[in-house]
């Protein structure tokens, strides 16, 4: 199986800048997919990036052009780095991956989640 831990969550002013982590273990070479989601209280658990083994990535309109994902392969590890954060970015991060078990079919794994807190 899958193991996600994320970290780099905390305390920010609107404005700023934050880079969440989420590295990977155990069954690494099955992953497809990798993404971020966030949810706040109350609230569905929305999707926020994504990026496929291919390296193609796809984002939330809600943060297209302050977010990005990337990925390093050789540390297992996927990243998102949060550009001009608003309040309304507050929420629980999530880290998840879509992986191919050996009967062929696809299995989500996520993390415990990370708190990231945009106020004044």
């Known amino acids: 199986q899958v193991q996600l831990v994320e970290s780099g969550g905390g305390l920010v002013q609107p404005g700023g800048s934050l880079r969440l982590s989420c590295a990977a273990s155990?069954?690494?070479?099955?992953?497809?997919?990798m993404g971020w989601y966030r949810q706040a209280p109350g609230k569905r658990r929305d999707m926020v990036a994504t990026?496929?083994?291919?390296?193609?990535?796809n984002y939330a309109d809600s943060v297209k052009g302050r977010f990005t994902i990337s990925r390093d392969n050789a540390k297992n590890t996927v990243y998102l780095q949060m550009n001009t954060l608003k309040p309304e970015d507050t929420a629980v991060y999530y880290c998840?991956?879509?992986?191919?078990?050996?009967?062929?079919?696809?299995?989500?794994?996520w993390g415990q989640g990370t708190q990231v807190t945009v106020s004044s």
């Open positions: 990026i496929t083994s291919g390296g193609s990535t």
């Open positions: 998840n991956a879509d992986s191919e078990n050996p009967l062929g079919a696809m299995v989500g794994s």
């Open positions: 155990g069954s690494i070479f099955s992953i497809k997919a």
